[in-house]
């Protein structure tokens, strides 16, 4: 019944910022998540991976209980996020999702200028007093994104005119730009050329030392790369989640043998 | 990797040649019957505007008279001069111009009866706006009447038999005498957007249907717009998925099906009937072409409300915006130009719909333009309906005047709306 296997080595090496205890997800009549119990650690990477329609981009999307705006999902169990439930009702989504900020598998840049794309979060939130205090956050943002210096000079250009890569970047700043203590990414490499992949990639083995950064990928390749830990789902169910190395050198259960070496997924 | 000895697809056989032809055939008949389609379009369209032009034209420009007026100190005491006898004056100036026809009543009246049954009041309210013209000699250009007008148009025949005819032999020779003294000219007919409607032809015009439109379709937008668009929004947005929702959608579909007539009969019983508003006003008028504006604003702006991508919507929530501020900061902007344009549309058709201004009043007979959307008046179409029912020869080409100037209305709306969609148009 339970799939979750915890190789020992997995204890406490860093402080567990999310806890998701026996969290089920339906889709109408679909059980689309059965049952899953993870832990992720503060300021690590943690990669999902799992064949497609596994049900790691909906577990991601608990997270911030961005699920709670499709009418016909449902969301059980227990998410806690540093001790604190986020189904609870003292939580408000709205300021769960500054706090665990997401990055979307397309580029999503809103049609404005590259400055108020970054400028909205914090805005929204009142998160600064004046327009100097504002400039410097969105500049600490697009810095901590890597893409400062290519677009200091036209931060009132669209945002939607940036390259494919360059717009993914803007997407993280603008994450990044409400100060999340979580970073969802959900296949933020799936849109981009391998060169704006590995600029990704360099970002965020950067933003780890600030957040906690939980990304769904279906690239192995990738998680092997960026991640310190890794989940595999599979049909719905977490079949093995730990330290990368071991999932991809030493899997303890079949089926993510079977997908890592390829030959299911 | 493909194996050489396997049965080849031979792409050179008759069979194959043969089906590439028909496929080839078919496509072409498509384009043909496309293009024709479009052709015949274009032919009627043509066809109307060309008819209307060719009968409307005449109504552009109206014949006029230059007359030296003696405004007579006998005929206007100077202490009030807006009761003076100007149909006396006016019959003198026509006697002197004809000093051989007989001094009788009935030779005098048809004189007068070139002149437009205005030039009598145009006279008066020169005199009324500076009576020290009282004793002068003036001269001025009025309108001549309608069979007249006709008459110098060429669309009374002279070789009709004269009982046939609305002019009698002598009616054309005094007029063919005015022509020949050089007396008449045949300027733009701006009284046809300067006057409100008359019984008489040559003075009737479209100002108070032009006005009595504008303020119905102002009342129209102002309560059909934002009604809508927040109608729309609540629906498409915020409202929860189920049978009510459901059963709202579905009503508000038929009701943007329902025949403009009902609306009309509904403004009738509610606005008129129960409330008591008073008939024949644009603001009754607006509220009725409200109702009926009222479904295609939603549908338009439920649809371009659906069309923002999802990516959006996601990318504001997740930076924590509340739906709230996802729909107005976001959605909402982005929607903009297809409400817009749902919106002009809806109010273009409101703008030509006639059966329910019939039916709350707005045919009625009036001569003055409103000045406020309470006071009585007519609307485009149904000015164009009034005229197409009256008898008189001249109304036939006013009345595909005034449907050229709805048409112009029109079309200048609907260039709005492209104008606008263009506007603000934006890539993501």
Redo the contacts between chains.
Sequence with gaps: MYDVTKPEHDVAQAETKISARGVQVYYGDTHAIKDVDVDIADKTVTSFIGPSGCGKSTFLRCI?R?ND?I?ICRVKGDIRIDGQDIHAPSVDP??????V????Q?P????KSIYDNVA??PK??GMTRNKAELDEVVEAALRGAGLWDEVKDRLDTPG?GLSGGQQQRL?IA??V??QPEVLLMDEPCSALDPIATALIEDLIDGLKKQFSVVIVTHSMQQAARISQKTAFFHLGNLVEYGDTDMIFTNPQDERTENYITGRTG | MTDATTDKFDWAAPTFQAGLRKRKRNQWWLKSLGLGAISIAFAMLLLLIGSLISTGYYAFTQTHLEIEVELDPGLIRADAPERGNYRQILTNTMQSLFPDVPDNRAELRKLTSILSNGAQFTIRDMVVADPGLIGETVSVTVPVSDPYDQLNKGLIDPDTPEQNRRLTNDEIANFNRLAEAGMLSEPLNWGLITNADSRFPELAGLKGAIIGSAYALLVCFMLAFPVGIGAAIYLEEFA??NRLSDLIEININNLAAVPSVVFGLLGLAVFIGWFGMPRSVPFVGGLTLALMTLPTIIIATRAALKAV?P????????????KQ?VVF??VLP?AMPGILTGTIIGLAQALGETAPLLLIGMNAFITSAPATPFDSATALPTQIFIWADSPERGFVSRTSAAILVLLTFLITMNAIAIFLRHKFE???
């Excluded at chain 1, 709205?94 to 706090?99: D, E, F, S």
């Design positions: 911030n961005m705006t009418d709205v300021q769960l999702r500054a706090k900020g997401m990055v979307f397309k999503n840049p809103f049609p909205y979060g929204i939130h939607t997407c603008r994450a730009a409400t | 929860p998925r991508p990516s959006i919507r996601e990318a504001a929530l997740g930076v924590g915006a509340s501020q900061g976001h982005l934006r890539k993501w």
